[in-house]
């Protein structure tokens, strides 16, 4: 069967580190996900960042410490403060010590975010943080993902311990969210002037959204440079206003994600593509961050979802592996080899 010219010359920019326009991208994300051509752009996204990343993946952890009805009204979200039904609760620093222990102990957690919602008491987030560093191995990164912040609070997060922020202007922003997307984007400059890098994300992906809505939410990412970009699709949680709208597959997900892999992968500081919520067909698509989580998440209606919809640690690796990745990242970028004597060692199996 005869490549698609067009397509081709599109790979061959991914491959020679010459930036996709967004026409490029529109055209990526117009192919149907069963077809030959996706299969191809899939392929290829894998392919790519494989040889980027010497076949590395890293292991993200997520821990949510401070739960109360949000005003950021995410429609699907399911601590929006119209329609959830969690209580008010922050995190003790045992819990939070507790949990941390479960992610970093084998020492392979790249990574550890630590969730508020979108208001969140920044001393006691610093206090928190000032905790987590003290805990987490020297090797594991700590980030933060909390709502829109000030330079100067940011600053503070950041000289506190932070390497890096999780911000997303989200598809349909100030319309399916009470946010405005201004001070979405304005928030990511102000991460990115205080010294923290940026991982951003297209989301929450619907059935409903359009390419040109796809285009210019993975453009935020790509135009200001971050270090992490993703793809997310919306997970229809029982209560959340849009559940009703339904949720792309996991393939769709996979075939967006390769996408945003070749848009982003001649960004020059980008490191590692993500994928929410982790699953095989994204790891095979240019996908190379899987994320642990546990406590709050806005995706699942337990509220410690390492009892629901999260993943622990063992069942990252396993994936990885599974996947065929080589090596597990650190936070300090050294490699361990991902083989099957490492699952048996840290009980992955
Ligand atoms: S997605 Fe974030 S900002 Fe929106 S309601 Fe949920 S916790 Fe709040």
Known sequence: MNIDPKLEKIFDKARS??????????YLLSFDEKSYESALIRATANDVVRKKTDNSAIILGQIGVDVRPCPGRC???????????????????EELERKMHEFCDEGDLYGLYLMTMHEYDLDNYLRIVEHARKVAPATTQIWANIGDSSYEDLKAIHDAGVSGIYHVCRLREGEDTE?????RIRTMENAKKAGLEL?????????EHTIEELVE????????????????????????????????????????????????????????MGLHEPNELGYLSGSNIITAESGANPRDNTGDTSKGRGMDMGRCRKMLYECGFDYIRRGDESKIPLDFDYLIKTNSL
């Not at 580190?17 to 529109?26: H, K, M, P, Y």
């Not at 429609?75 to 620093?93: A, D, Q, R």
């Not at 946010?179 to 001070?183: E, S, V």
């Open 17 to 26: 580190s010459i930036a996709l326009t967004r026409e490029d991208c529109a």
């Open 199 to 207: 991982y951003t994300c297209c989301e929450p992906i619907g059935p």
């Open 179 to 183: 946010l405005d997307p201004k001070d």
């Open 217 to 272: 939410n993975i453009f935020i990412g790509v135009e200001m440079g971050v270090y992490q970009h993703a793809a997310m699709r919306r997970v229809a949680v029982p209560g959340a206003p849009l559940a009703e709208r339904g949720q792309i597959s996991e393939l769709r997900l996979a075939h967006i994600a390769a996408c945003i892999a070749l848009t982003s992968v001649t960004v020059p500081t980008l490191a590692y």
């Open 75 to 93: 429609k699907f979200c399911t601590f929006g403060e119209l329609h959830t039904k969690f209580e008010p609760s922050k995190m003790s620093e």
